[in-house]
């Protein structure tokens, strides 16, 4: 089994950044395909980035997001990072990091694995 646990979020001002961190527990970590989503109230849950496991490193970003937002994992620390940069108001959601084991090239589809959420809050 897999466990994910995110941190790192809280309240920044429009025009802020934060980043989030998921920590990844389990034997399977090093195949782990990870992402990161989101989802604000009365939304549906929306897929933001991924990332493919070690040696693998190819990311995927929405279109929303691509440009502000950087996924990037620390295999030693078993750690994939969200850098959010330039924030607006309309990113406040809670944002959950997501792991399936395999190679994908894109990050759309199912994940296995989901973290608790962690709020972001942007004041404008």
């Known amino acids: 089994q897999v466990q994910l646990v995110e941190s790192g979020g809280g309240l920044v001002q429009a025009g802020g950044s934060l980043r989030l961190s998921c920590t990844a527990s389990?034997?399977?970590?090093?195949?782990?395909?990870m992402g990161w989503f989101r989802q604000a109230p009365g939304k549906e849950r929306e897929f933001l980035a991924s990332?493919?496991?070690?040696?693998?490193?190819?990311?995927d970003y929405a279109d929303a997001v691509k440009g502000r937002f950087t996924i990037s994992r620390d295999d030693t620390k078993n750690m994939v990072y969200l850098q959010m940069n330039s924030l607006k108001s309309e990113d406040t959601a809670v944002y959950y990091c997501?792991?399936?084991?395999?190679?994908?090239?894109?990050?759309?589809?199912?994940?296995?694995?989901w973290g608790q959420g962690t709020q972001v809050t942007v004041s404008s």
């Open positions: 997501a792991g399936r084991i395999g190679y994908y090239t894109n990050g759309g589809g199912t994940y296995a694995f």
């Open positions: 389990g034997r399977t970590y090093g195949q782990l395909f």
């Open positions: 990332i493919n496991w070690r040696g693998l490193n190819t990311a």
